[in-house]
């Protein structure tokens, strides 16, 4: 039997407190995409109450998209209060390899062994670069894509059995590994690359779904499928973008298990 859909039903039980540290554009997304999920989200970023919030929260999510001296502080100080609670915490490499200040601060939060890291493919390579693998591949321009998701596989492989985490690279098809499985993902509609912050608010998804299970991988792969699946519900009744993100939060909080069997392009690879 696929326990897929039971991750999904776990979570609405359990409803866990997820903190989640990112940008300004993201944050009503995120918080959005975390209730209509079932999972209650808290915003709290401030370095004087980060650390102390991620002790009592299921699981954090760290977001560097519009990073600055203050929200890092925060970030370092959550993670490590997470990691020391053996709580999750998701890193969202926004933009990495844009800039020296970015990749720094990637460097920074490395150490503090996120469980998954989610980013695009550039965004993974850029992060395996920084880590010190992988070196050839080109920078990025910017928060967007500019590969496909496959092409990031080796960088995820490396990132995963180096830091002993699961990596999460989206695109058309996503890709999930820990290092040894990886699994594929062939949902989701182009729309999703036409909502900003698309991609920061499942990233606080998955921080969710792995507050509700010790086996990170598994977290990860439910996590993109229901979302994906929920942009292809989405995506058959809107008109362009701005009807899609309505649409998609509400796909998001009316998703069943069932349609996530009916629908699942999964496949491991
Ligand atoms: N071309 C595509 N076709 C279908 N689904 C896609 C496509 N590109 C991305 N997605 C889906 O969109 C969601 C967000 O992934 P994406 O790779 O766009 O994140 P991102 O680049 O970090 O986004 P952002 O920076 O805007 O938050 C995922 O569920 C992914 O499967
Ligand atoms: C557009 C943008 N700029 C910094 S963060 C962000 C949200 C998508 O990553
Ligand atoms: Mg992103």
């Known amino acids: 039997m696929n326990d897929k859909p039971l991750l999904l039903d776990d979570l609405r039980r359990a409803r866990p407190l997820v903190q989640v540290i990112t940008n300004y554009v993201s944050m009503d997304l995120a918080a959005n995409a975390l209730l209509a999920i079932g999972a209650a989200p808290a915003m709290i970023h401030a370095p004087e109450e980060a650390a ?3 002790a009592i929260a299921d699981a954090l999510v760290v977001n560097i998209g519009t990073i600055s001296k203050t929200f890092f502080e925060g970030m370092l100080g959550a993670a490590e209060a997470a990691r020391a609670a053996g709580k999750p915490w998701v890193l969202d490499p926004v933009g990495a390899g844009a800039t020296r200040y970015r990749n720094a601060a990637i460097e920074a939060l490395l150490a503090l062994k996120p469980s998954i890291i989610r980013g695009n493919a550039s965004e993974i390579m850029a992060v395996a670069r920084i880590a010190g693998l992988n070196a050839d591949q080109a920078a990025p321009k910017g928060v967007d894509s500019q590969h496909e998701a496959g092409a990031a596989k080796g960088a995820a492989l490396a990132l995963a059995q180096n830091l002993s985490c699961v990596v999460a690279v989206t695109g058309a098809v996503d890709l999930v590994t820990d290092g040894t499985r990886v699994t594929r993902i062939a949902n ?6 036409r909502v900003t912050a698309c991609g920061c608010a499942l990233s606080a998804v998955v921080g969710a779904f792995a507050a509700v299970t010790p086996d990170r991988f598994a977290a990860a792969v ?4 229901a979302y994906a699946i929920a942009g292809d519900i989405a995506a058959e009744a809107s008109a362009g973008p701005g009807s899609f993100r309505v649409a998609f939060i509400d796909r998001l909080a009316s998703l069943q298990g069932a349609e996530i069997l009916e629908r699942s392009k999964a496949y491991g690879a």
């Open 52 to 54: 102390e919030f991620a």
């Open 188 to 193: 989701g509609s182009e729309l999703m690359t």
């Open 222 to 225: 439910a996590a993109l499928e």
